[in-house]
């Protein structure tokens, strides 16, 4: 059973400082990793992938890849009040259509 | 900017009754997905589509689920019987290729089953 763990929170932060959110997964085989941002009651909205280990940066979003030891990271720099929203790791498996979500951290910035 | 477009945005049936759900996909992408998201839980995977047949499909998506692509533009989700746990979320997602780098989401459909 493929399983992507994440805390679920809530993360709060104040503005302008860094959020930290972190997942696991359990399938060593997996490839691709994916970061979403949802706002309640809204659809999946994708904020990056990455596919290789170490950092890739976008903007105020970095991502980090441990694949050694099965983790996944994003960071978002200089919070903002609109980045308030649950935030969803993703794996894709070997088979490369379907996506396992984690539960995701929801994430409250304070202005 | 191009976007997935799934109806209608709620849907209210009785339980036993057929549900059919709807969605077009970004015109040039060739990869189809239904998820699905029971209130407070996860986003959970039920079947991707390519070339006019299923890539994969998860345990959720029993006998009771279809998926068909009846014309050029539509991607449908059939429940046949519906149940009170089918109440959820469902959403479709369309990507170019078979990698979900640039899968997009619509914006839902939410069923729920009285």
């Known amino acids: 059973q493929k399983e992507v763990e994440q805390n679920s929170g809530p993360l709060s932060v104040p503005e302008g400082a860094i959020a930290s959110l972190n997942c696991t997964y359990s399938d060593r085989g997996s490839q691709s990793f994916f970061w979403y941002r949802q706002y309640s009651g809204k659809s999946p909205e994708l904020i990056m992938f990455i596919y290789s280990n170490g950092d890739k940066e976008d903007g105020r979003f970095t991502a980090q890849l441990n694949k050694a030891s099965q983790y996944v990271s994003l960071l978002i720099r200089d919070s903002q009040p609109s980045d308030s929203a649950t935030y969803l790791c993703a794996v894709e498996g070997q088979a490369g259509t379907a996506l396992i979500f984690g539960k995701g951290t929801t994430l409250s910035v304070s202005s | 900017e191009p976007e997935v477009t799934q109806t209608p945005s709620h849907q209210v049936t009785q339980m036993g009754q057929e549900v059919i759900l709807r969605c077009v996909p970004i015109?040039?992408?060739?990869?189809f997905y239904w998820y699905r998201q029971i209130l407070g839980q996860k986003v959970e995977f039920l079947v991707s589509f390519y070339n006019n047949e299923i890539s994969e499909k998860s345990e959720i998506f029993d006998d009771q689920f279809s998926v068909e692509r009846p014309d050029g533009s539509n991607f449908t989700l059939k429940i046949r019987s519906t149940k009170l746990e089918d109440s959820a979320m469902y959403f479709c997602?369309?990507?170019?290729?078979?990698?979900?780098?640039?899968?997009?989401f619509g914006q839902g459909t939410r069923l729920t089953v009285v």
């Open positions: 015109s040039n992408h060739l990869y």
């Open positions: 997602a369309s990507s170019e290729g078979p990698r979900n780098t640039e899968a997009f």
